[in-house]
């Protein structure tokens, strides 16, 4: 996400005074000059961009404007993974606590907003709430682009939709408490994370709707169940529409991509040195363990080695390479179908297909937005969130700020989805059809 900011709820901290906003504004710029990813000053004049705003922030007339101050202040590094939040806020985009993605659309009425993807499982979709309704209001309050809406957990939100035959309805949305961790916005993960069916008896289909957890033991899991309850399809549509990321538990899907063990890039705090030498990699990630007790001796090893080439002044940049699952039936014959949604992990996936020649790309272009995020504590109760690390591909190439273009274009058509089609998955099925 390109620089995300929400306001704390009323009641969660008192207004900060300038010499609060001062202190908290000086340890931003000490973790952006020490941990910010150094591919990303090149063309950054830090201490000028926070002279520039410094008086705005530290005379702001309410949390909510020092918020959206400190905000125009981080997007001056124009990446993504940047943000600044407070640890009290109870509220959340449409994707981490609704399970659900939009984007603009035209109307009779004008630009509104409009689902594109709504993940089985979620708080929407158990709603109601299809792709292709349009957004009206949310609690009786209007929302059009560029605003956007928030969403408080725990609690039933009525969305005003505009659906088939353009018929206005009331959803209630009931959003349950969402999972939570320390330094990290309120999320809500669908129930099942992956879903899989035949779409003729030689296709199947697979839609992965996040990579949670930042080894991803459970959605590797429920990715290889599907795969073996598909049986023996001889084509494979592995739908991505939608999934902005997570963790590394998408290596599980790349490596369903191919029978060997191949590389697929690599990360690294700061910026990578030479692939080879002294500043070579010296860390293999090459499976998702099977269970969630398997990572205490994989974390153990990563921590020992870490330790080790930080002793001797090296970095460690880790190394990733597919699992090497063996022969399936519909190598060679696979799509991945995408959207302007899917991005960060599915990017890596995407690239190393590409690069391999492992499968055709349906739908629309990336976002480009392939960072290692860090999350790192402010006073006061704010956080900060930042680019702090480099990926690459084998090639040493970096895909950040790169939207990788579809092989097959083929653009979310609103007014079908109303009608219940799936245009994009049509031409990803006559493109596998044809494999």
Same mark, same amino acid.
């Given at each position: 996400m390109k620089g995300f900011s929400l306001a704390k709820s009323s009641g969660t901290a008192p207004l900060l005074n300038s010499a609060e906003r001062q202190k908290v504004l000086n340890k931003v710029s000490a973790i952006?000059? /020490?941990?910010l990813c150094k591919t990303q000053m090149v063309s950054l004049d830090w201490p000028s961009a926070v002279?520039?705003?410094? $008086?705005?922030?530290?005379? @702001?007339? @309410? $949390? +909510?404007? %020092?918020?959206?101050?400190?905000?125009a202040l981080l997007a001056e590094i124009g990446k993504s993974h940047v943000g600044f939040f407070h640890e009290g806020l109870s509220r959340s985009s449409s994707k981490m606590v609704l399970a659900a993605t939009y984007m603009v659309s035209e109307t009779a009425a004008g630009q509104y907003w409009t689902f594109q993807d709504v993940h089985a499982?979620?708080? &929407?979709?158990?709603?109601?709430?299809?792709?292709g309704d349009v957004l009206l209001s949310v609690d009786g309050r209007t929302f059009v682009p560029p605003e956007h809406p928030t969403f408080a957990v725990e609690s039933n939100v009525t969305l005003k939709v505009l659906t088939k035959d353009l018929k206005e309805q009331d959803k209630t949305v009931k959003i349950p408490a969402a999972k939570r961790m320390r330094g990290q916005l309120p999320q809500v993960i669908p129930t099942p994370l992956v879903t899989s069916k035949r779409l003729r008896s030689d296709v199947g289909y697979i839609r992965v709707a996040m990579y949670p957890g930042s080894?991803?033991?459970?959605?590797?899991?429920?990715? *290889?169940? &599907?795969?073996?309850?598909?049986? $023996?399809?001889?084509r494979l549509i592995l739908d991505l529409r939608g999934n902005t990321g997570g963790g590394i538990g998408v290596l599980r899907a790349m490596s369903l991509l191919t029978p060997s063990t191949l590389p697929i890039g690599r990360y690294s705090d700061g910026k990578l040195g030479p692939m080879n030498g002294a500043a070579g990699y010296h860390f293999v990630f090459n499976k998702v363990p099977a269970r969630t007790s398997h990572l205490l001796p994989l974390a153990l090893r990563f921590y020992a080695t870490a330790a080790l080439r930080k002793a001797i002044g090296h970095q460690m940049p880790i190394m990733i390479a597919t699992e090497g699952l063996g022969t399936m039936p519909f190598h060679g014959r696979v799509v991945l179908l995408v959207n302007r949604h899917?991005? @960060?992990?599915?990017?890596?996936?995407? #690239? %190393?297909?590409?690069?391999?020649?492992?499968?055709?790309?349906?739908?629309?272009?990336?976002?480009?937005?392939?960072?290692?995020?860090? /999350?790192? *504590?402010? =006073?006061?109760? !704010?956080?900060? #969130?930042?680019?702090?690390? @480099? !990926?690459?591909?084998? +090639?040493? +190439? *970096?895909?950040?700020? /790169? =939207?990788?273009? =579809?092989?097959? !274009?083929?653009?979310?058509? =609103? +007014?079908? &989805?109303?009608?219940?089609?799936?245009?994009?998955?049509?031409?990803?099925?006559?493109?596998?059809?044809?494999?």
């Open positions: 952006v000059t /020490k941990r002279a520039r705003h410094r $008086d705005q922030i530290v005379n @702001s007339a @309410s $949390d +909510e404007e %020092f918020e959206r101050f400190m905000l499982g979620g708080p &929407a979709a158990l709603a109601g709430i299809r792709p080894i991803g033991v459970d959605v590797a899991n429920e990715i *290889s169940f &599907a795969v073996r309850n598909l049986g $023996d399809v001889t899917t991005a @960060s992990a599915n990017e890596m996936l995407i #690239a %190393f297909a590409r690069d391999h020649g492992l499968a055709t790309v349906v739908g629309e272009a990336t976002p480009g937005r392939v960072q290692g995020g860090g /999350k790192f *504590s402010l =006073p006061n109760g !704010y956080w900060l #969130a930042l680019p702090v690390g @480099s !990926y690459e591909n084998k +090639e040493g +190439e *970096s895909l950040e700020g /790169k =939207p990788i273009q =579809p092989d097959v !274009y083929d653009a979310f058509d =609103p +007014e079908q &989805a109303r009608a219940g089609r799936d245009n994009q998955l049509d031409r990803a099925l006559e493109v596998v059809a044809a494999l």
